[in-house]
């Protein structure tokens, strides 16, 4: 009998002993691991992005001048078409001419001698669009633009100046921010078609590889009525960190404001991403979706907003994208193969969200997945660096990089820009 009791404790003591090591082992896996620290801030060349002001190289631009003669006029170039998603050509080449602007101070030369580019002040789009506002917006109407405008313009810098020639027009640039680009002239684009255009519109897919020349044009951001043409007070909607004014919370979590509801999943416009949009996520907790609210009620709507949705439409860009990092609203881009701006210089992945065409079923789970955490890392990389992509901030900077590499200038130089 004492035997057997001896067993009996050997046998509890060793089952003891199993049992407080699954214990330990239990609470081990439990408990969390200790934070990593970040790593250290090294400021040497090989990280990516590099600060915008330790440029590339700092070439100096000389700037026509068109005469009236056939120039869009001022009435128009500020007028109809300062209100429309044209307007970055009114906005870049006023950054130019302006002798108190940064962009001036820094990059254009009086002296075409000196010059390194050679821009163009050319209005096409803005053409274009009034004469389409002129014709009951017919947009198959061109109202003599090639004989009008285009060749007089040419005329003009092929034999009025040497400068063209030397180079074949290789070191010219003018803007053309329509999605057709340079096919809306259909007589005449091969005058112009050796200049590098800036344009809105990147585009990956074979489709439209006869209109985005891929490393000789530069894509550039887009012009939004609210922000370039209203200029609506962000100040009075945020406040210095991005956040709702009044300790107000961002209590939508997906905004879209945009055409089309009666879009179908078979349709070419937005390759059927919009009608899972209006037919779907309308309906979900928290997401505002609409065809489009007032000016100054979408602006509230935007300070409120957590997400924005930015899905292609006839062509993969978006102007509301703009408006939504004007905003501090993370966009969630839905454009597979989309060239964004500046993409060597950007880190676009640091404050944007992208779901793919195949993946916009599960769009909610996706965003809901999302962490405070990660939320708040994008938010404050877009408030801090991603709105200094926009046209009203830092693009002509962006653009001296791309032409520096385009051209093989390595010439690194500090601009001083403060920041």
Known sequence: MPSILRINKRYVIILCAIALFLLISLIRMQKPYSAA?????????????????????????????????????????????????????????????????????????????????????????????????????????????????????????????????????????MIHPMDKTFTYYANSHHRFSNATFLTTVGDKRPIWMTRHRYYRDIVIPSATRLIHHLQVDITKYLDDNGHPLNNKKRDIFVLFQGCCANTQVQDLYSNGIRSLIFQHFQHYRGYDIGEGVADLEYAAKLARAKYGLAPMGWTLDTTRIWEFMAFGVVPVVIADGIIEPFEMDVDWDSFIVRVRRDEVHRLDDILRNIDDTTYEYKRKKLWEYGRRVGLEMDAWHFIIRELCRMNEWNQPTNLHLGY
Request: glycine share 2%; proline share 10%; charged share 15%.
């Open 37 to 173: 620290p970040p790593l250290p801030i090294v400021n040497i060349p090989q990280y990516w992005p590099s600060p915008l002001e330790e440029a590339v190289c700092q070439p100096k631009i000389y700037v026509y001048e068109a005469p009236s003669t056939f120039q869009v006029p001022l009435s128009i170039r500020q007028g109809k078409c300062h209100e429309s998603n044209y307007n970055s050509e009114n906005i870049l080449y006023n950054q130019l001419i302006d002798p108190t602007s940064t962009i001036h101070q820094l990059y254009v030369t009086q002296d075409p001698t000196e010059a390194n580019l050679f821009f163009i002040p050319f209005f096409g789009s803005c053409y274009l669009y009034h004469c389409w506002s002129e014709h009951g917006w017919n947009w198959d109407e061109r109202c003599d633009v090639d004989t009008k405008y285009v060749n007089p313009m040419m005329d003009m810098v092929i034999q009025q100046y040497p400068y063209w020639n030397q180079s074949q027009g290789r070191n010219h640039l």
